[in-house]
């Protein structure tokens, strides 16, 4: 049973930083992607950053130049580390795995995990 663990969320003043963790686990793939995705109250949920299994990575333009996605390979652990955040930020933070096994594709979702940011 595929899991993803999500922690780190909290409050924090505008300016502040926090780190996003996320802990995969039970899959079975040939190649993985993880990304992080976002949901503000009355929003559609959108897309925040992405690592690809080669280490390269993608950003929102809201984003870009503030958070920075990372893993560590022996822990098997994905990190969204952000800073300078804004009350914009505010939102609901998903990890998504993506797992590409032999010609299919799945998609797994953490639990979530809030970030609230005060001006």
């Known amino acids: 049973q595929v899991q993803l663990v999500e922690s780190g969320g909290g409050s924090v003043q505008a300016g502040g930083s926090l780190r996003l963790s996320c802990a995969p686990s039970g899959y079975t793939c040939d190649t993985i992607g993880m990304s992080w995705h976002r949901q503000a109250p009355g929003k559609e949920r959108e897309f925040v950053s992405v690592i690809n299994a080669d280490g390269s990575t993608a950003y929102a333009d809201s984003v870009k130049g503030r958070f920075t996605n990372s893993r560590d390979n022996v822990q098997n652990l994905y990190y969204l580390q952000m800073t300078s955040l804004k009350p914009g930020d505010t939102a609901m933070y998903y990890c998504?795995?993506?797992?590409?096994?032999?010609?299919?594709?799945?998609?797994?979702w953490g639990q979530g995990t809030q970030v609230t940011v005060s001006s």
């Open positions: 998504k795995l993506t797992c590409w096994y032999r010609a299919y594709e799945f998609a797994y």
